[in-house]
């Protein structure tokens, strides 16, 4: 596993706002930044060892001397284990623990206030992560269960309808609006761009992350030589106006990853986790993909998609994830950080921690889907992400046995660096038009 530390730049940024709102956008640059670091370089530790955490907070660069700063620390998504007050001597301040008894990460969060707002900044230290063992269990007709699936979605036609895009395709790419049927007399939708010179390419989907939005397809890859397909997951068109999905986002799918949790058959990502093999089938119906080389990425729900993807349908041949949502959902129940959207945390456990809800989430854990990975992958997180816990994201990717890797941004939330994504590309890049040699 190898990992890096990156001084912060202009970034794009995957941030889950609520339960089920996803929205790209540049992290807040404020004029006061409070600076939480834990004293190893690489913030990972082992099991007892102490930590030191350094608090310094800048403005406009410079130290702060003299502020009062409130602090808390705590396991991630935990209840506070301490929390105090502490006065910044030459604009820093440093706590030091006793560290954890048991793998996972301590998080050190500092506020301030300064001319009339308020500011936060979070570090977190890693205690032997690669130790972390899922808390969701796997049922035992789970194969089973996904293999009837995929079974009832190969019996249904796909009739595929294709829309060219001209405003949208390029002097080397023709760019459609594909609309394909899925599980449950449902569509999917979704951009498709094809190299437009003669010959066979290999192919790339891109699976989203939570929310609803429409999409634009990735033009720049196929300009590459890659075929590219990017889908939505809701059933709806992906060229429609922001308007549209901005009123579904806050109506009709408001709160969509609890819907029918109560029922394995019924859960809204059934059809979901079924639409991205539908999307496999129809790459493998064009004429112009090779019919070998494909692979699929995406961050946070994209990320679970990617990996559910890759289990389910062994057409994929590699895949890059990004802070991977859905990961080791019940870990709240065993008193430790459960993933996105944290449906059973103290305030959400209290309308879904029912026995026919926990069953349910055992089919739709990505742990589960993780433990049946067989192909090379390529992973990016951060260490302070809030919206993905780092433990959650560990659950699922220590269970699996193929060849893995990380590429760690410590200090990053639930964002991407340019960094992440030139490494999560390039590696992908390699894999599906260069000679396959490159390793993160």
């Keep these: 596993m190898k990992s890096s530390r990156l001084t912060v730049s202009f970034v794009f940024v995957l941030c889950l706002l609520s339960c089920a709102a996803a929205v790209l956008a540049q992290p807040k ?28 907070v800048l403005q406009f660069g410079n130290p702060l001397d003299g502020v009062e700063i409130r602090y808390e620390l705590r396991e991630e998504k935990m209840p506070p284990l301490k929390s105090s007050t502490a006065r910044l001597k030459n604009g820093t301040f440093k706590l030091k623990t006793d560290g954890m008894r048991k793998p996972g990460f301590l998080r050190l969060w500092a506020y301030v206030d300064v001319d009339g707002r308020s500011y936060n900044g979070c570090g977190t230290a890693g205690f032997e992560p690669e130790r972390i063992q899922p808390a969701a269990e796997e049922p035992d007709d789970f194969d089973e269960f996904w293999s009837n699936a995929a079974n009832e979605l190969a019996s249904i036609p796909m009739d595929t309808r294709m829309t060219l895009l001209p405003d949208r395709c390029t002097e080397t790419v023709d760019v459609y609006h594909v609309n394909l049927k899925n599980y449950g007399n449902s569509r999917l939708y979704g951009i498709l761009c094809v190299p437009k010179s ?7 989907l891109r699976v989203p992350g939570a929310g609803i939005r429409p999409y634009g397809g990735n033009i720049d890859m196929a300009k590459k030589g890659v075929i590219t397909f990017e889908i939505g997951i809701h059933g709806i068109p992906v060229t429609m106006d922001q308007g549209v999905y901005s009123d579904l986002g806050s109506g009709a799918l408001s709160g969509y990853p609890f819907f029918n949790l109560d029922n394995r058959d019924k859960y809204y990502y059934k059809r979901v986790y079924l639409g991205c093999i539908r999307a496999v089938d129809f790459i493998f119906s064009l004429s112009r993909f090779d019919g070998k080389r494909l692979a699929v990425t995406g961050g946070s729900q994209g990320g679970a998609l990617s990996i559910v993807t890759t289990a389910l349908d062994k057409r994929i041949k590699w895949f890059g994830a990004y802070c991977p949502a859905l990961c080791d959902l019940t870990g709240y129940l065993d008193d430790r950080a459960g993933g996105w959207p944290h449906m059973f945390n103290e305030y959400n456990g209290r309308y879904h921690n029912k026995p026919d809800k926990i069953e349910t ?19 990016s997180w951060g260490f302070n992400d809030t919206t993905c816990p780092p433990t959650s ?26 960094e992440q994504s030139e490494t999560v590309n390039g590696w992908l890049e390699n894999k599906l038009v260069g000679d396959g040699s490159v390793t993160p």
């Design 198 to 204: 003669e010959g066979s390419y290999p192919a790339l």
């Design 361 to 379: 989430s055992g089919y739709y854990d990505v742990v589960n889907f993780a433990r049946r990975v067989t192909v090379p992958c390529l992973f």
């Design 29 to 56: 640059q404020e004029t006061v930044a409070v600076i939480v670091t834990p004293d190893h370089p690489d913030w990972t530790y082992r099991i007892g060892e102490s930590v030191e955490f350094n608090v310094t």
């Design 393 to 418: 994201m560990y659950a699922a990717y220590n269970v699996i046995d193929s060849p893995k890797s990380v590429y760690l941004v410590l200090d990053a939330r639930h964002w991407i660096y340019p």
